[in-house]
């Protein structure tokens, strides 16, 4: 049956996807539900991406660590990095980073100096990456990359005038309104700091040191910026609102049912989409996997089966409480990623296990769709799984055609292709059912020459659509976060006001006049990509600066 349908999906999509499609069809057709499609799009990308992140050049940066001996990729012209303190490679003159421009599919070598292992970052309004932190030679380091245009040289510098006030691996970044960043945490670190710190010191946070465990289950902690104008801060099973500017605890929250949440245990987070509807007063925060309390401290113990649960709570609601819901299938080291339609794809991961060299098995294949507008019961659909495994130190980034792109996968701690999980090097993307190719007819395109807005103005959006579209297409905008140990640092999506909608039958395009979010509480400054919708259906996306 399910051979059947691989069958009619080929006959649909036509040529060009003739050899991915009928991949996984034969490896995967009697699982597949509800759809979407499986393009590998580089067969070796030299690195392993631990940590990814996409500019608004549309290409996407790929960032290993340094001390992980030689990659299959070498820097450019010949150059060689001479580090007497690399835990492996003092002369080394292969790459840890590379640039993927997507459209050829290019993968060009970039140089990093120090070491950037479990490292955090989050872009600035500019659209520069400010990257921070990581191990040995690179805790205290910040690094820039200022992405540029196709064909172009950009690359890594690492700043020689800067450097982190407390040496950090494993902290979290978001980007703030007034277009600073915090950096929340870190491996044994209970505070946070500011980049730029503008004279600000390190700030104690006591929270962090009190969601510690014996297995130390708190490192990336959740940051979430919320409309009021405060963090939801979650780390192992607790959370709380935090006031950033006058360091007070404003809400602690109940205790999440179940698990330990954040690395080593590895479950992901989401901002659930804020929306203009109810003029961007709410907030939900959707936690889901994890992994058995001492599956780390214990191992090699029984590859304990993971978490099955998601919890979401109403931040601003007065006394809420987590909602719990259980998934399809147990995960840890799942990525939750927000597609432009605003629902969320958890994708990535293993099924028994936590994170850590060699410490998942059973592969979580098949990504799973959850809608949060559905009925409570009907939010989950599981989707076409991948033939390869992405477990430990993996990635899933959205990228503007709409697509979820997946690199890396690492469960080693050098580069070994053998093994139940070799070192992965192959970067998929996956299309979600959105884009299947039979409703090509609903789906808009976009003419955009709009590359700014301003908050709280109206701007227009141009499209055409096949068939008749709906009378008011949605108009949806989504950050590039950076994504590194399932958890997607600065991710957010707004759904927008949409005024009015007009055809030009000279242009033969529709007119969508919508109107930018209100401030830079609800939108922190910077690039978006912006998606219109029809029936559900995005365009490919518009890269538009936001700003005041
Ligand atoms: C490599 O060499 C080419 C040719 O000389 C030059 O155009 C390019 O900028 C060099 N790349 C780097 C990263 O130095
Ligand atoms: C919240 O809980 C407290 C303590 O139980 C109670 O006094 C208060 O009325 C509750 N508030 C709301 C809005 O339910
Ligand atoms: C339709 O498009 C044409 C060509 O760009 C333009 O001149 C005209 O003003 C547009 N009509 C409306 C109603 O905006």
């Avoid at 995967?28 to 392993?48: D, E, M, R, T």
């Avoid at 970052?121 to 196709?150: A, E, H, I, M, W």
């Avoid at 801060?233 to 609102?241: E, K, M």
């Avoid at 055609?401 to 139940?420: C, E, I, K, P």
Wanted: glycine share 8%.
């Amino acid at each position: 049956m399910s051979f059947f349908r691989c069958h009619i999906k080929f006959a649909m999509t036509g040529f060009m996807w003739f050899f991915w499609l009928s991949v996984s069809c034969i490896t995967s057709g009697a699982q597949a539900q509800g759809g979407g499609s499986w393009q590998l799009v580089v067969k070796n990308a030299g690195i392993a991406s631990m940590h990814t992140a996409v500019t608004h050049f549309g290409t996407v940066i790929l960032l290993d660590r340094t001390d992980i001996g030689p990659s299959q990729i070498n820097l450019p012209n010949g150059t060689c990095r001479d580090d007497p303190s690399d835990l492996t490679s003092t002369h080394d003159c292969t790459a840890h980073s590379v640039l993927f421009t997507l459209g050829p599919n290019t993968i060009r070598p970039l140089s990093i100096a120090t070491d950037t292992w479990c490292s955090s970052g989050q872009f600035f309004p500019d659209g520069t990456l400010v990257q921070t932190g990581g191990d040995f030679d690179g805790n205290s380091k910040v690094r820039y990359f200022t992405p540029c245009v196709r064909g172009g040289n950009c690359d890594w510098v690492e700043a020689t005038d800067q450097q982190l006030q407390q040496g950090r691996w494993y902290a979290t970044n978001q980007i703030l309104p007034d277009g600073r960043q915090i950096i929340v945490g870190g491996r044994f670190v209970y505070n946070v700091e500011f980049i730029p710190a503008n004279g600000q010191g390190t700030t104690e946070l006591p929270f962090l040191h009190q969601t510690d465990d014996f297995q130390h289950d708190n490192y990336y902690p959740f940051v979430h910026l919320i409309p009021d104008g405060n963090l939801f801060i979650f780390a192992n099973r607790d959370s709380i609102l935090y006031n950033y500017i006058t360091n007070a605890v404003v809400r602690q929250f109940d205790t999440i049912p179940g698990e330990p949440r954040n690395y080593p245990s590895a479950g992901s987070s989401v901002l659930l989409p804020l929306t203009s509807a109810d003029g961007f007063s709410s907030a939900q925060v959707l936690v889901c996997g994890g992994a058995q309390l001492g599956a780390f401290a214990n191992f090699p113990g029984a590859f304990a089966v993971a978490s099955q649960t998601c919890g979401r709570i109403d931040v601003l609601t007065p006394n809420s409480t987590w909602a719990m819901e259980t998934m399809p299938m147990p995960r840890t080291m799942g990525d939750m990623v927000l597609l432009p339609s605003g629902d969320v794809l958890i994708i990535n991961g293993a099924q028994n296990g936590c994170s850590g060299w060699g410490n998942a098995k059973n592969a979580a294949l098949n990504p799973v769709l959850y809608q949060p507008d559905a009925v409570v019961g009907q939010r989950f659909t599981t989707l076409t799984p991948t033939t390869i495994a992405r477990v430990y130190h993996s990635t899933a980034n959205l990228l503007p055609d709409a697509r979820v792109l997946v690199a890396g996968s690492n469960t080693h701690q050098f580069y070994t292709f053998d093994g139940d999980f070799p070192t992965e090097l192959r970067v998929e993307a996956f299309s979600p059912p959105y884009l299947n190719p039979a409703s090509a007819g609903d789906k808009p395109r976009l003419f955009n020459p709009l590359t700014a807005v301003r908050y709280n103005t109206q701007f227009r959006l141009q499209v055409s659509v096949q068939n008749p579209p709906q009378s008011n297409m949605q108009v949806n905008m989504v950050s590039a976060p950076f994504v590194t140990h399932s958890f997607s640092q600065g991710q957010r999506l707004m759904e927008l006001t949409v005024v009015s909608q007009q055809f030009n039958a000279t242009t033969n395009l529709y007119m969508i006049s919508a109107i930018a979010p209100p401030n830079a509480v609800v939108a922190p400054p910077g690039y978006y990509m912006f998606f219109v919708l029809n029936k559900g259906l995005p365009s490919g996306a518009a890269w538009i600066k936001v700003s005041n």
